[in-house]
């Protein structure tokens, strides 16, 4: 049976210790996505309280991190989504995702309503990547990729 989550807090406590042990261990994000056979991003996601993991990919994720099997019914439940507290983020890394969509924002969605009309890119049938390469400048670069289906708004 499908459970939901209604208050984060079980979710987080879960994520701080997944964190806990992945530190431990000295594992990768990767490692443990390998684990459970999905990309890395959907399982960072999950492992830090966004989705839920299927069965099999849940109790991969844990026994690979030494939690229990209520750690792995955990993994599984849909959460209640939302990382960021209804104000500005104060961590750097994230606070500067924030500034980005607070100067990009509104070009993002002038430039895919321009291309798709009114609609959204879709946060559930979505991918992720990220990747770092060379900067010609010397250093590095982020190259984060966010690839959304597109869903029309349908007059009713």
């Known amino acids: 049976m499908i459970h939901s989550q209604f208050d984060p807090t079980a979710r987080q406590l879960l994520a701080n210790a997944a964190v806990e042990a992945k530190m431990v261990k000295d594992l990768s994000w990767q490692q443990i996505a390998d684990a459970a056979g999905l990309s890395v991003a959907f399982v960072t996601a999950a492992v830090l309280g966004q989705h839920p993991l299927p069965a099999d990919a849940a109790t991969a994720v844990t026994e690979l991190l030494g939690l229990d099997a209520d750690a792995a ?29 607070q100067v990009y924002g509104t070009t993002l969605k002038a430039l895919v309503h321009e291309q798709f009309g009114d609609g ?15 900067d010609p400048d010397g250093g590095e670069r982020a190259v984060i990729t966010l690839d959304g289906k597109y869903l029309p708004t349908k007059p009713f």
Do not use: H, W
């Open 73 to 101: 019914r955990l993994l599984q439940t849909i959460p209640t989504r939302g990382s960021i507290a209804d104000r500005v983020p104060t961590d750097p890394t994230i606070y500067r995702f924030y500034e980005m969509l």
């Open 120 to 134: 959204i890119i879709s946060a559930i049938n979505f991918k992720l990547d990220v990747r770092k390469v060379a």
